[in-house]
């Protein structure tokens, strides 16, 4: 193991991982104080608290239960996941946020508040760790990973034939959306977050994410096509100007759920989760409407993250099947927006964000620690999910470090 180098981790950095069958785990982890209950448990979340950082251990490992929600059915026999015998001693360079040296997983893991971490290659687990009394049962949330997916989903219902071209607008699939802004952008500007629709998504709980929210799995709302006018101001010519709207992919899900004809889990569970083999059901946030809402609200277990993390990784194969179209993959997976352009360091695909071209790859991200890091070239992949206290935590730097690590060590 390498030794924590100069800069201070998160207090409380918890206690030793237990072992069994490759998988570590222990019931603690950094911030205790701020995660956890005066007798070490993790406060039960409701719908009016599961946001706030005291309930989100449990609330982030069950979103599913406490607001309505929608299965994708796993096969009735699992894929087989590889496990390496024993860790790869992988060590990393620290970020500044949490200081600077030479750190190994087990320092990450005392520096963050990481609830799984997942390192597969090429089919085979090479780490797979949970904290705070997390286990490999627990369906994990995304928040915005199910953007991706939904973009994902889009390609596959192209290449159907169930929409005919990225080039319609919304409302060519979903006439409710007449007259609004939405629906006469094209589903290209949708899926690259360049719509010129206003929509301020900062997560101060005041802003257009919330009120999306409120309106679609808070349910004040019938939701589904009622949802988009409520956002109706156009401030850029579609195509003109990226930035990060939630609400745009709550629009493709809803021209998805019409362009096929079915809730879009049965959907995925068709044509990627039982291919894929998924170990367990995962499951879908729904507004009113019963549409799954897309923009967040995907829940799996850690490995079957994995599971899809590879179908990437693998140019849309698995198991001698194309799942995913090789050109639609290609296309979401290169940057259509510049980091330069979005700001971000990211540059930005169909729903799907880019690692600047020194690094190569692409990432799934979801506020508070959400991520799965995606390399072809290694068949490499590493997930993530956490309890990070903020949507804009800077802790996010340290996990991109750690990947880099993983980079290397592969």
């Given at each position: 193991?390498?030794?924590?180098?100069?800069?201070?981790?998160?207090?409380?950095?918890?206690?030793?991982?237990?072992?069994?069958?490759?998988?570590?785990?222990?019931?603690?982890?950094?911030?205790?104080?701020?995660?956890?209950?005066?007798?070490?448990?993790?406060?039960?979340?409701?719908?009016?608290?599961?946001?706030?950082?005291?309930?989100?251990?449990?609330?982030?490992?069950?979103?599913?239960?406490?607001?309505?929600?929608?299965?994708?059915?796993?096969?009735a026999t699992p894929s087989p996941l590889r496990r390496r015998a024993g860790e790869p001693?992988?060590?990393?360079?620290?970020?500044?946020?949490?200081?600077?040296?030479?750190?190994?997983?087990?320092?990450?893991?005392?520096?963050?508040?990481?609830?799984?971490?997942?390192?597969?290659?090429?089919?085979?687990?090479?780490?797979?760790?949970?904290?705070?009394?997390?286990?490999?049962?627990?369906?994990?949330?995304?928040?915005?990973?199910?953007?991706?997916?939904?973009?994902?989903?889009?390609?596959?219902?192209?290449?159907?034939?169930?929409?005919?071209?990225?080039?319609?607008?919304?409302?060519?699939?979903?006439?409710?959306?007449?007259?609004?802004?939405?629906?006469?952008?094209?589903?290209?500007?949708?899926?690259?977050?360049?719509?010129?629709?206003?929509?301020?998504?900062?997560?101060?709980?005041?802003?257009?994410?919330?009120?999306?929210?409120?309106?679609?799995?808070?349910?004040?709302?019938?939701?589904?096509?009622?949802?988009?006018?409520?956002?109706?101001?156009?401030?850029?010519?579609?195509?003109?100007?990226?930035?990060?709207?939630?609400?745009?992919?709550?629009?493709?899900?809803?021209?998805?759920?019409?362009?096929?004809?079915?809730?879009?889990?049965?959907?995925?569970?068709?044509?990627?989760?039982?291919?894929?083999?998924?170990?367990?059901?995962?499951?879908?946030?729904?507004?009113?409407?019963?549409?799954?809402?897309?923009?967040?609200?995907?829940?799996?277990?850690l490995r079957d993250y994995g599971r899809l993390a590879m179908l990437l990784a693998s140019?849309?194969?698995?198991?001698?099947?194309?799942?995913?179209?090789?050109?639609?993959?290609?296309?979401?997976?290169?940057?259509?927006?510049?980091?330069?352009?979005?700001?971000?360091?990211?540059?930005?695909?169909?729903?799907?964000?880019?690692?600047?071209?020194?690094?190569?790859?692409?990432?799934?991200?979801?506020?508070?620690?959400?991520?799965?890091?995606?390399?072809?070239?290694?068949?490499?992949?590493?997930?993530?999910?956490?309890?990070?206290?903020?949507?804009?935590?800077?802790?996010?730097?340290?996990?991109?470090?750690?990947?880099?690590?993983?980079?290397?060590?592969?």
């Amino acid at each position: 193991m390498l030794a924590s180098a100069c800069g201070a981790p998160w207090p409380g950095r918890g206690s030793p991982f237990v072992y069994r069958g490759g998988i570590g785990s222990r019931s603690d982890g950094p911030m205790m104080p701020q995660l956890s209950t005066l007798g070490g448990g993790f406060s039960t979340a409701n719908r009016g608290n599961w946001w706030q950082q005291a309930y989100s251990v449990d609330s982030f490992s069950r979103l599913d239960d406490i607001w309505p929600s929608i299965r994708s059915a796993a096969p009735a026999t699992p894929s087989p996941l590889r496990r390496r015998a024993g860790e790869p001693d992988i060590g990393f360079d620290g970020a500044p946020v949490h200081g600077l040296g030479r750190f190994s997983i087990d320092d990450y893991l005392s520096r963050n508040p990481t609830t799984g971490l997942l390192i597969i290659r090429d089919g085979e687990i090479l780490v797979e760790r949970y904290q705070y009394a997390r286990h490999d049962q627990h369906r994990l949330t995304s928040f915005s990973m199910a953007k991706t997916l939904v973009a994902m989903l889009i390609g596959l219902a192209l290449e159907e034939g169930h929409i005919g071209s990225i080039e319609q607008t919304a409302a060519s699939i979903v006439p409710e959306l007449l007259g609004c802004e939405y629906g006469a952008t094209p589903l290209r500007h949708l899926l690259t977050m360049s719509s010129g629709v206003a929509f301020r998504e900062t997560y101060d709980g005041r802003d257009d994410s919330a009120g999306l929210s409120r309106l679609t799995f808070g349910g004040q709302s019938a939701g589904g096509a009622a949802v988009p006018p409520f956002f109706n101001t156009r401030i850029a010519a579609p195509g003109r100007r990226w930035y990060y709207a939630s609400s745009e992919t709550f629009v493709l899900a809803l021209v998805l759920r019409r362009a096929i004809g079915r809730p879009i889990a049965e959907y995925f569970a068709e044509k990627l989760w039982q291919p894929l083999g998924a170990e367990a059901d995962a499951s879908w946030l729904t507004d009113r409407s019963g549409l799954e809402i897309g923009y967040m609200g995907f829940n799996a277990v850690l490995r079957d993250y994995g599971r899809l993390a590879m179908l990437l990784a693998s140019g849309g194969q698995h198991g001698g099947r194309q799942l995913l179209p090789q050109g639609w993959l290609a296309a979401m997976t290169r940057a259509h927006f510049s980091g330069a352009e979005t700001a971000r360091w990211f540059g930005y695909g169909y729903q799907t964000w880019i690692f600047p071209p020194a690094e190569g790859g692409f990432a799934l991200l979801g506020v508070r620690g959400q991520a799965i890091f995606v390399d072809p070239s290694r068949r490499l992949a590493m997930v993530h999910t956490a309890v990070r206290p903020d949507a804009r935590d800077p802790g996010g730097a340290d996990l991109a470090a750690l990947w880099r690590g993983v980079k290397r060590h592969v």
